[in-house]
């Protein structure tokens, strides 16, 4: 399945829609293992719609990818 790839800064954008509702912003990402590339991605759900978007680029370890995500939800903090 393919995924609608978003900017961190769009990424951070979405995540600080979620955070203003009150949601649990580390337990929105999703991290995939994918077969064509065999790499690990991040997914965010979107806000307003039911669709999950990639942020990044595949990774090639779980690691690598949180501490990615780590420094989306970092920025996402810093806007407030």
């Given at each position: 399945m393919d995924?609608?790839?978003?900017?961190?800064?769009?990424?951070?954008?979405?995540?600080?829609?979620?955070?203003?509702?009150?949601?649990?912003?580390?337990?929105?990402?999703?991290?995939?293992?994918?077969?064509?590339?065999?790499?690990?991605?991040?997914?965010i759900p979107?806000?307003?719609?039911?669709?999950?978007?990639?942020v990044?680029?595949?990774?090639?370890?779980?690691?690598?990818?949180?501490?990615?995500?780590?420094?989306?939800?970092?920025?996402?903090?810093?806007?407030?």
């Amino acid at each position: 399945m393919d995924y609608s790839l978003v900017s961190d800064k769009q990424a951070v954008a979405l995540l600080s829609e979620w955070k203003e509702i009150g949601h649990d912003l580390p337990s929105l990402a999703k991290l995939k293992k994918t077969t064509a590339s065999n790499g690990i991605i991040v997914l965010i759900p979107g806000y307003r719609c039911n669709q999950w978007y990639q942020v990044g680029k595949p990774f090639s370890a779980y690691r690598d990818a949180m501490v990615f995500f780590g420094e989306l939800l970092d920025k996402t903090c810093s806007k407030h």
